[in-house]
């Protein structure tokens, strides 16, 4: 470039310059205060801080395979999909579950997520303050977790209104019967009402057929048949009225059940032997078709197959659910049972209940099912069954509005016994209804201390 030219050039440089100072605003007077911090550089996207490593303490009881290793299962799938979560998982048998948590318990600590069945220890640990309230959590958008359990099941693990625990599997005890036997005695349908149960008793009988099969000789299985006429005539507010000590089980009906019991009774029913069989003798007269009916649980099926000479159990097996009882307050869809459940320690973090939440989702619950480790709780992981029985107990207690948790885990278990000792003085015709029923209160009253 010549010397005329680069001065050409510089002058133009020059005139922009004064011309761009000229435009430009008047410079602002100093400021009075110091001036606003600079904002801090937004985060990289691409780079998000960690979460927080968390660490979930599960405790079960289910010592062997399929479910041992699903259980597994599931915490892997979801640990892998949240890196932060660290599940510790603790397999206990069931009475050396109870002994450890015992334990801990006395120090004021549990696990995050631990096994149970609801009822009366479940009420106790609420009550000292042990469990955490997941209530808004499941009511959280709309109510989309609560809405997927059958609302009787999680009945069994709130207290008061408020919810510590949600359940993963649960059974009812149902009516099982022999439809081939029935038929013989030409009773077209199983008893919708106590009264037809009764008429069916009388034409079984009169066919050359044992109508009931009982197992005496373990109480307990003869009160079941107490348990759930006083469910279908007290209902649930007579229940939880003598339970809760604000009524009495020596209210008219809990003598009623024990009345209508007697009628049953009466009628000599059940096979030879009764009062001397144990629930597997029980079980077997059943299987081997030598008695029409049964009131048992959902193992039922399993049990009288196992318990049979051929180890086929009854060909043709059936299921009813227990009758309506005229004039009684219960309602002919309400169900008796219990199952399992997690129950949520007071300090587990919401890491621990979103993994709970996993657990009970329908595509999980399906995949117990299927593994025949559990009947379904949450709408659509019945798909997974495929026994009709096990179909039929889960349509069962999920169609209950009202679940009555056996009476020995509702309440403290010497109340169990001690129902179980007075009802079966009703079978052994050296007791009235009324004199069981105050029988029942005056151990109660020593039970509560009220």
Known sequence: MNTRRFFNVLAVLVAMALLMSACAPAAAPAPTQAPAQPAAPAQPTTAPAAAPKVTVEWWHITTVDPGKTLWQD??????????????????????????????????????????????????EQVDASLLKDITADLDADGGAWRNTFAPGALAVYALDGKNYGVPWD???????????????????????????????VKALKAAGITPISLGQKDTWTGMHI???LA????????????????????????????????????????????????????QGAFGNDKAAMELSGQWAPG???????????????????????????????DAMGGGNGFAIGKTASPEAIDFVKYLTAADNQKRVAASNGGI???????????????????????????????YDQYMPSAMGSIINDAVAKLYAGTATAEQVAQEIEAGAKTVFGK
Request: proline share 5%.
């Open 74 to 123: 599931m915490a892997n799938e979801y640990m892998a999909k949240h890196p932060n979560v660290k599940i510790n998982i603790t397999i206990l048998e069931n009475e050396a579950f109870k002994t450890k948590l015992t334990t801990v318990i006395q120090g004021g600590t549990t696990p995050d997520i631990f096994q149970s069945w609801g009822g009366g220890t479940f009420n």
């Open 170 to 200: 649960m059974g009812m005890v149902s009516w099982w019967y022999n439809k081939d036997l029935f038929a013989k005695a030409k009773i077209a349908n199983p008893p919708a009402t106590w009264t037809e149960l009764l008429d069916a």
């Open 226 to 228: 107490w348990a759930y």
């Open 231 to 282: 469910t279908r005539i007290c209902g649930k507010a007579g229940f939880m009225a003598a339970a809760g000590r604000t009524g009495s089980f020596a209210d008219p009906c809990f003598v009623e059940a024990g009345t209508k019991l007697q009628e049953l009774i009466d009628l000599k029913p059940f096979q030879d032997g009764f009062l001397g069989a144990s629930q597997d003798d029980m």
């Open 303 to 333: 049990s009288s197959k196992g318990q049979s000479a051929d180890q086929k159990g009854v060909a043709n097996l059936g299921m009813f659910t227990f009758p309506a009882v005229e004039g009684g307050k219960g309602d002919l869809l």
């Open 376 to 406: 379904p709780v949450v709408k659509g992981g019945e798909a997974g069954l495929t026994d009709p029985n096990m179909i039929a107990v889960q349509a069962g207690f999920a169609a209950a509005k009202y679940f009555q948790l056996y």
